[in-house]
């Protein structure tokens, strides 16, 4: 029974099965932090850059901001796009920014800004999810040069987030979707979450309704998913779990 669900998945995965991770820290040289995630065959680079300065709304306050812009590549997908922002791009950078500011504390910051940003080099599902999850370790290693440079005291980072994709495809609660599945699944889900498993953000569209039991299931086969992908950046950090 188990190989038949297996062959159920177009690229054999089991349904609780994440991608192949790899993840590579410091890609870059200039930039404060960097990490060069690869979930599948979704690709993107994400770096992190100090400023000295922070948002109008917050001088004065002695509060830090994390922000972020995302990007895809022309030929990250099958067709060529446009360069250059859209709608899209600005609602996930934006969900970027609110997630790593959900595990901040902005106030050991200081009067500085972190700008993540994140440049998707090939897309196959997830570049949304693959983003926040590879910009957290930009974020830690640009935090913590600052803590080395001693311009902040202590790490910010209240606890580690990640984030993964969940959905309903041929009737099969699936975890980490590439763009095949994605592109046919009656209930899409992009789940953020802590590692302890608290809920940041929850995205979703569905095709036709779905139970609220059938959500929690989705929740929980994304909290499993989620633990992996921590263990991966606790991994590429040389980070011990607790």
């Not at 106030?107 to 500085?112: F, M, T, V």
């Amino acid at each position: 029974m188990k190989n038949k669900r297996r062959e159920l998945r177009i690229d054999g995965r089991a349904w609780n099965e994440l991608r192949p991770v790899r993840i590579q820290r410091g890609f870059t040289g200039h930039a404060e932090g960097s990490a060069f995630i690869e979930i599948g065959k979704t690709r993107v680079l994400c770096t992190a850059s100090v400023e000295p300065k922070v948002p109008d709304f917050l001088e004065g306050s002695g509060k830090g901001w994390i922000t972020a812009e995302y990007s895809m590549l022309p030929r990250s997908t099958v067709t060529r796009t446009s360069r250059g922002p859209s709608a899209r791009s600005y609602e996930i950078q934006r969900l970027i920014g609110r997630a790593l500011r959900s595990v901040t504390d902005l106030s050991r910051l200081g009067s500085r800004t972190i700008r993540i940003d994140c440049d998707v080099i090939e897309a196959d599902g997830s570049t949304r999810t693959s983003a926040i999850t590879g910009s957290f370790i930009a974020l830690y290693d640009a935090l913590n040069k600052l803590i080395v440079s001693n311009e902040v005291a202590s790490m910010p980072i209240i606890q580690f987030v990640a984030a993964t994709s969940v959905g309903i495809v041929n009737g099969h609660s699936v975890l980490d979707l590439c763009y095949e599945e994605d592109s046919r699944a009656d209930v899409d889900l992009n789940i953020v979450m802590t590692e302890d498993g608290q809920l940041v953000e929850i995205q979703g569209t569905a095709e036709r309704p779905f139970e609220r039991l059938l959500l929690d299931e989705l929740l929980d086969l994304a909290r499993e998913g989620i633990q992996q992908l921590v263990t991966w950046q606790r991994k590429t950090l040389l980070i011990d779990s607790d």
